[in-house]
């Protein structure tokens, strides 16, 4: 059995002083004392990393899963990134005028990931996400986007929508309601946004087909390591676009990280216009989006600026600089090197909780792995509210205990550094906590 809450809460708060010391004073500048609290209470404050290891500010090392958020593929602080920064640090940083690395990082995006043909730059995935939006609005000229419930597009308000409604307000599995997910989203904007179930392939042809004159674009979260999606299912949401004549926008902000070529490479499709992020920065500020020529010309600001993307710091050198070394030093080998780690710590976690009563789902594509603590295949947004908060919570108290920071087991991710023996330490741990060996 693992360890009780009280009792691993306790251990936590012996082992994480400062952190709790800086929560508390943090709550009289900033509400809430933290940014990314991510469900850490109180939260971890880190202070240093490098490789696959992380520091908090008591100075307990961590083997770290988060990647920053999926971000950070080759580790923390990998050589290339740091000396591509240092150039530009010592070299004006940034000016307001086209830099020579736009081009160079742009010529690898459009090589990488063929659907892209062109492609601008802005400073997040929510960003990347809000201007491709609109265009998909100017070239269509239909109001309306469709998103999937669950599916997660960042921050902006359109894409606010239904990402983890409440089940009672949700409607019914095949047509599921337009949720706000905060307040102060205008209804006017809620009403813009069709819902669709993933892995239903009939309810989605159907809402489709009745508001094809409205869509401008489907967005498509593909939800790597999370959900349980079928190839055959991204391919048939693409292909119902094609037919209809939607635009088809792929969101690969995390899942570029899962093939060298993106979720669409893995799956096979073809997407008129893709959203970037996380990777694409090697961990300074960024987002970018792209696809074909006839709809990304319409930001072509020599033709009059009828679209705009603008932004102070979007494609600064920093970024560009720092996420080309990035990019490049993420390899098809440093793929290939990822999803053998990936594979060995999904298949050990299924092992390690198949010999426990704790139900888990395990969810992995290539180098992203979930445990879903739930008896019931993981397909869509509603099965994920079946699992077992307080035991989520204690997975990764222990886990934390541990030196592993895993957050909740949801979205690990592996990074460059790491070696097998980093997984089988990482499953050694999860066994100890698991059958309370400690
Ligand atoms: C699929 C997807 N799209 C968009 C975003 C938003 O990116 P950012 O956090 O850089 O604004 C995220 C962030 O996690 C994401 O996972």
Known sequence: MVKSLSTLEALFAKKTPKSAELYESGKE???????KSLGYN????????????????????????????????????????????????????????????????????????????????????TEALMNTIRLCRAYSGKPKIAKFEGGFHGTTDDAEVSIAPSIDTAGSDEAPNAVPEYLGINQSTVDNVVVLPYNDSEAVDLILRENKDDIAAVLYDPKAGNY???????????????????????????????????????????PDL????????????????????????MMDQTKGYKMSSGGTYSANPMTLA?????????????????????DRLAKGMGDVFSKSDIPVQILHRDNITSAHLTPD????????????????????????????????????????????ATIDDFLGALEKVVHDKG
């Open 42 to 125: 109180p939260p971890l404050y880190m202070n240093r990393a490098s490789d696959c290891y992380m520091w908090d500010v008591d100075d307990n090392k961590y083997v770290d899963w988060i990647n920053n958020a999926c971000a950070m593929i080759l580790g923390h602080s990998p050589k290339g990134v740091v000396e591509a920064l240092d150039n530009i640090v010592h070299n004006g940083i940034v000016f307001g005028a086209p830099n020579n690395f736009e081009k160079a990082i742009a010529e690898h995006i459009t090589k990488r990931i063929p659907s892209i043909e062109r492609v601008r730059f802005t400073n997040s995935g």
């Open 377 to 420: 295949p993981v397909r869509n947004y509603r099965d994920i509210l079946k699992f077992d908060k307080e035991m989520r919570r204690r997975l990764m108290l222990g886990m934390l205990l541990e030196g592993q920071y895993a957050r909740e087991l949801q979205e690990m991710t592996v990074s460059s550094p790491m070696t097998t």
């Open 322 to 342: 720092a996420g080309l070394a990035h990019m490049e030093g993420a390899t098809p080998e440093v793929y290939a090197h990822l999803k053998i780690l990936g």
């Open 29 to 35: 500048f900033m509400p809430g004392g933290a940014m």
């Open 274 to 297: 893709t959203t970037l992020g996380k990777l694409v920065g090697g961990g300074m500020p960024v987002g970018a989006f792209g696809g074909k020529k006839e709809i990304m010309d």
């Open 228 to 270: 349980d999606i079928p190839h055959e299912f991204v391919r048939f949401v693409a292909e119902k676009c094609k037919e209809l004549g939607i635009i088809f926008v792929m969101d690969e902000v995390k899942s570029l990280r899962v093939a060298y070529g993106g979720y669409q490479e893995l799956a096979g499709v073809d």
